[in-house]
Structures are given as C-alpha cells and as structure tokens.
C-alpha cells in the first residue's frame, strides 16, 4: 500500500509542476463553441476525466471479475 501512495503522490506531483510551467492561454474550438483557456486548466482537466474514467472502468472490471468468479464456483 506504501507504493501505491508513493507513486500517486509522485503522479501527481508532476503534473502539478506540468500544470504551473503551462499557463498561456490557446483557443478551443469544438463544433458550435470557441473558448480560451490556460494550457493548465485543459492539460489539468484531461487527466481529471483520465482519472475519473479509468477509476469507474476498473470498478465495473472489478465487478464483472467477481460476477464470473462467483459463478464457476
């Protein structure tokens, strides 16, 4: 569990300084919509969602894994 947390911390530290180094603004343009945002809300932003979508993924890969487990027994 120690190793687990050293390398969170170790992630997240570095995108933390990837985030502080990246702040000029850039243009967004999808379809209908047009935004400026600093390159750290959006670098900082897409590894949110990376995070949030691999947790829920692992959960329901979890899920099935016991699911199939239960029923060979």
Do not use: C, H
């Not at 000029?24 to 932003?45: C, D, M, Q, R, T």
Request: aromatic share 10%; glycine share 6%.
């Amino acid at each position: 569990m120690k190793g687990k947390l050293f390398v969170t911390v170790v992630i997240l530290a570095l995108v933390l300084a990837y985030t502080l180094q990246n702040t000029e603004s850039v243009s967004i343009a999808f379809y209908p919509w047009k935004a400026e945002v600093s390159k750290a809300l959006l670098s900082l932003g897409a590894f949110l969602v990376g995070v949030v979508l691999g947790f829920i993924l692992g959960k329901i890969d979890r899920r099935r894994s016991k699911k199939e487990l239960k029923e060979v027994k």
